[in-house]
């Protein structure tokens, strides 16, 4: 069996991002794994050196060239190989979700791996949206996940709190904090992931194109007010800061 594992990379959390006209410049900015797919990436190795009968793990990152670093990193995290869609298009988790589901089914994967809410998209759409196109179960927001033969389980989150669930195998799994730590790659590894296979495609080998077209964009920015409360009396400071954010902030009645 062989897992597909998707990985995106995004500004890093404490990264400053600057502001060129109508869109972020990542020009010199930090980027990084998303943290979602991170866990996907670590479950998957898991789930092998968990005694799952798993013969590889394949990594798929669909993006600009940049990306190429997401790719290395899960490589040397202890992925088998790589795929690297490379696209400066921007693409929509419905368009992504045609290439994650032939990638799938080109690699005889079983299990699909991805981050429950992309930071960059900030959109759930994408697990659902492969499940959707392969007609495979989806289990979302999974905070432990066990592989035994052909059948997972786990439990994840859902409304009314956690629940367990069993679920055979293909499927479709979606990831988020909680569920592991992803490890550090160490310099050995590193060095190792430089003769892994990372295999390069292109858009049209897959026939997806985006289906949003950006029209126009505004970059929303508010400067400080820098107004301090003094806090010595805590009614008096509620009562300021109330204040401050009725008539100043205009973000409560």
Do not use: C
């Not at 202890?78 to 979700?97: F, M, Q």
């Not at 992309?118 to 994408?126: M, R, V, Y």
């Not at 479709?172 to 430089?194: C, W």
């Amino acid at each position: 069996m062989n897992i597909l594992t998707l990985v995106r990379q995004v500004p890093d959390a404490e990264a400053r991002v600057k502001v060129a006209g109508n869109a972020v410049d990542l020009e010199g900015t930090t980027v990084v794994i998303d943290g979602m797919d991170e866990y996907g990436v670590e479950e998957a190795l898991r789930l092998r050196e968990g005694g799952a009968n798993v013969e590889q793990i394949i990594a798929l990152a669909v993006g600009p060239q940049r990306n190429e670093d997401a790719l290395r990193t899960a490589l040397a995290m202890g992925v088998d190989r790589a795929i690297h869609v490379e696209t400066n298009d921007k693409i929509d988790a419905v368009s992504l979700s045609k290439i994650v589901a032939q990638v799938a089914q080109a690699e005889n994967a079983q299990l699909i791996l991805v981050g429950g809410q992309e930071a960059d998209w900030d959109s759930q759409a994408l697990g659902a949206a492969t499940a959707e196109r392969l007609g495979w179960p989806q289990l979302t927001w999974t905070n432990e996940l066990k592989l035994e033969g052909e059948t997972l389980t786990g439990r994840h989150d859902v409304d009314e709190g956690n629940e367990s669930f069993s679920a055979a195998l293909p499927a479709v799994v979606t990831t988020q904090q909680g569920l592991n730590e992803p490890r550090y790659p160490t310099l050995p590894n590193i060095m190792k992931a430089k003769k892994k296979e990372l295999r390069k495609d292109s858009l049209d080998t897959y026939g997806a194109q985006p289906k949003v077209r950006t029209v126009n964009a505004e970059i929303q920015t508010r400067a400080r007010l820098n107004k301090l409360i003094d806090g010595k009396d805590p009614a008096v400071a509620a009562a300021e800061l109330i204040e401050l954010l009725r008539n100043e902030a205009k973000v409560i009645a």
